[in-house]
């Protein structure tokens, strides 16, 4: 089925942000570039076209006719094609469920496959004398012509498009290269004297003039084939993960739901939820979609939507969100919001926009090309009219024309940027950086900015025990002991911090006996016959306990910090405090200094107040804070930055960071966090320490550096073969040395990576 029917059989999605096409056949950012002209020459069209992403926003006027935009693209000599139906799944984002398999990855692929197992045999007879045996060079046709025609088509096919649009590309060198090398060896095997019987070329690096006539260079064009396969088809590979962070963000949901019916739970699909149904949440479960809490009170985990570590306390009339955890007492919810509605879908929305709008960095081979192509063919056009015109035959003057061609093609090229990030992100993996593609190297160089989100990135993202204040005459172990022995019996987040801070100071707890849970105040019991209290102030004073002076004025201080206290007495008489709060993590501080060295603005970025922020800023050493942002507005904040001129890195962890990590310049996700916030970002600190952070972008400058260096190398052993080649003086054994050197050379400088060292280590 062609491209425009297949468009035609589709929905189109048209909304008030207009029409979004999926691109095919895109080998750069120039041809994001070239489709985006065409298609903002229409009239009353405005189109983005972002080549990481492979998709078109295009703005149009009402009733525009979608398949005219398809026809567009593919007049430009790509493929389009709408998304599939927003009702594909609730939220309204496109999922892959494998329908539609990636067919261009897959023809990649087994192009790929093929030129290496008739490569090697090809490289191996040419280089090596002794396995020239009587009709090897035959042999080696047979083998590299599949290879040059069949697996480098979609380089010829680009260098085509380039051609007709009269730009040249990375695509262009290759096909250019590759043809004009085999070109010349069909020439000289039928109508030279390379196709003689027990022809070989010798081990001989000797510099003569030649007619051509007897050298053939299949092991050159269909070597470059393969080595610039494999790196295309890695990073394509690499590419194609764009979309995983929608995936990761359906898959948070809640899949069932228990209604009432008639006062009767009922299980069904979350899908088949509506608006106004009453639905019931037990202790663990996740809440199925936005709501306002009908009866029933509990403490709500919000950690995985929002990143902030202290539960949320709700009750009748208090709202709550979908894919959030219950982590107390059985709720009964009414259904606000359902499907795309929701704020886990307008989430994934946003992750979408701030992925298709940022921006694509075209490849540092396709900016060389473009210089390097141009000046090769005037080369070649030179050197074949200063041969015609010093009366040298046509056959010796065409000779060294195709000779610049077929030196200027640099094998290394191909694995300038796959080596490099081969041992780069190897050395990564090993110091708990993930680095996703080539693409976010180039964004290290030119960060100035990194924002922080604040729980679980620069603090534990924990609720922990941090300090305990007794009162006079009682014994701070018997605090702990006591009050972490009845808090270990209830479900409560913070009652669970205390009771792992009691254990970690104190050793094993008592059980407590009598244990009653009081709502929303605190618990009581009996442990080892004492009558305790543990809550809120008011539980307390409702036993006719009050908080000596200097305890009370140590609680309102540690509560106007942002902490958490709770109360503790027994046997009729106020004991002490426990503070619970979200610690800082003790690298933190080390590692704020560490992106400070590399030239960094850090700034810290939270939806707690402004309080706590400023005490956790001031403790790691950070100037500038930006607090009570709310989730869906941290994408804002990271945009106004880049508004302001701030190349802008975001380092994050929750769900509610996925957008902010999309729509910055470098995203950076902390492992420890979620899946979708892993998804949306460029590179994953897998230990979720942030000093990770500082080597994530040493080591992505230190890696762009190195390809940078080799890509000059690539080209460098191949320039300086031109003039050797424009004087008629190439030899095969010469093309082929330039092309193992290089290659040599790029390797070895890329193993150079291996050495690099963590900040932790230094």
């Known amino acids: 089925m062609s491209t425009q029917a297949a468009a035609n059989n589709r929905t189109p999605l048209v909304a008030d942000a207009g029409i979004e096409l999926e691109i095919g056949g895109m080998t750069c950012a120039s041809c994001a570039n070239r489709i985006e002209k065409k298609l903002n020459k229409l009239d009353g069209v405005t189109a983005t076209v972002n080549y990481a992403t492979e998709k078109a926003k295009v ?65 191996a007879m040419a280089m090596v004398p002794a396995l020239q045996f009587t009709y090897w060079q035959w042999a080696s046709l047979a083998l590299a012509a599949p290879v040059i025609v069949w697996a480098a088509w979609p380089f010829h096919k680009a260098a085509w498009t380039n051609l007709r649009h009269g730009t040249a590309t990375m695509d262009t060198l290759i096909s250019m290269g590759t043809t004009a090398a085999f070109l010349w060896s069909l020439y000289a095997l039928f109508l030279g004297t390379a196709g003689t019987p027990g022809m070989t070329h010798p081990f001989e690096f000797t510099i003569a003039p030649s007619d051509g006539a007897g050298n053939i260079y299949l092991e050159a064009a269909a070597g470059v084939t393969m080595f610039i396969l494999a790196g295309r088809y890695f990073e394509k590979r690499s590419k194609r993960q764009a979309g995983a962070a929608l995936r990761a963000l359906l898959e948070l949901g809640a899949k069932e739901v228990s209604v009432l019916r008639d006062g009767t739970e009922v299980k069904i699909p979350t899908s088949e939820l509506a608006v106004g149904d009453e639905f019931v949440v037990r202790p663990g479960e996740k809440i199925a979609t936005d709501g306002t809490v009908v009866s029933g009170t509990s403490a709500v985990d919000a950690s995985m939507l929002t990143g902030e570590s202290v539960p949320v306390e709700v009750a009748s009339g208090d709202p709550v969100t979908g894919a959030t955890v219950n982590a107390g007492g059985r709720l009964v919810i009414r259904a606000t919001r359902v499907g795309a509605d929701t704020q886990l879908a307008q989430m994934a929305k946003l992750v979408e926009d701030a992925q298709t709008g940022k921006a694509a960095v075209q490849r540092l081979a396709d900016r060389i090309s473009g210089v390097f192509v141009p000046i090769v063919i005037a080369i070649s056009v030179i050197a074949l009219g200063a041969w015609l015109g010093a009366g040298f035959p046509v056959t010796a003057a065409f000779t060294a024309a195709v000779a610049v061609l077929v030196i200027a093609c640099p094998c290394a090229l191909g694995l300038a940027t796959p080596t490099a990030l081969l041992v780069g992100t190897g050395r990564g993996a090993q110091m708990g950086v993930l680095i996703k593609g080539p693409e976010v190297l180039e964004s290290t160089r030119k960060v100035d900015t990194v924002v922080l989100d604040k729980t679980g990135t620069v603090t534990t993202g924990r609720m922990t025990l941090v300090d305990a204040i007794t009162e006079p005459g009682t014994d701070r172990v018997e605090l702990l002991r006591l009050a972490g022995a009845l808090e270990d019996a209830s479900e409560h987040p913070i009652a ?65 910090e942002g902490k958490t206290v709770v109360a503790v007495g027994w046997d009729g008489t106020s004991r002490g405090i426990l503070v619970v709060a979200d610690a800082v993590k003790p690298t933190s501080a080390e590692a704020i200094a560490g992106l400070k060295d590399l030239g960094l603005t850090p700034v810290l970025l939270t939806g707690d107040n402004e309080a706590v922020a400023k005490r956790i800023a001031a403790e790691v050493g950070i100037a500038q804070v930006i607090a009570e942002v709310l989730p869906k507005d941290k994408v804002d904040v990271v945009t106004r930055l880049q508004n302001e001129g701030r190349v802008v890195a975001m380092v994050g962890d929750g769900v509610n960071d996925a957008p902010a990590l999309a729509q910055a310049d470098l995203g950076l996700a902390m492992g420890t966090g979620t899946d979708v916030a892993i998804e949306a970002s460029d590179i994953t600190l897998v230990r979720g320490d942030l000093r990770a952070a500082v080597d994530a972008i040493r080591l992505s400058r230190k890696t762009l550096g190195t390809i940078k260096t080799n890509l000059f190398w690539a080209f460098a052993y ?45």
Do not use: C
């Open 59 to 123: 703005t149009v006027p009402e009733g525009y006719d979608p398949t005219l935009l398809v026809a567009e693209v593919e007049k430009t000599g790509y493929t389009a094609a709408m998304p599939r139906p927003q009702d594909a799944n609730p939220s309204g984002t496109t999922t892959d469920d494998g329908e539609a398999p990636d067919s261009e990855l897959t023809s990649l692929k087994h192009r790929l496959i093929g030129a290496i197992v008739l490569t090697v045999p090809v490289i």
């Open 718 to 762: 191949n320039v300086a073969a031109i003039p050797i080649a424009a004087l008629g003086m190439l030899n095969p054994m010469l093309a082929g040395a330039a092309m193992a050197f290089s290659s040599v050379f790029v390797v070895g400088n890329s193993l150079r990576l291996r050495g690099f060292r963590s900040v932790a280590t230094q």
């Open 496 to 560: 669970q911090a205390i009771a792992k801070g009691a254990v970690q100071e104190v050793g094993a707890l008592p059980s407590p006996e009598d244990f009653a849970n009081i709502e929303g105040k605190g618990v009581q019991g009996v442990v080892d016959g004492h009558g305790v209290l543990v809550g809120r102030e008011s539980l307390l004073a409702d036993w006719s306990q009050q908080l000596s002076t200097d305890v009370a004025a140590a609680k309102a201080a540690a509560e106007d």
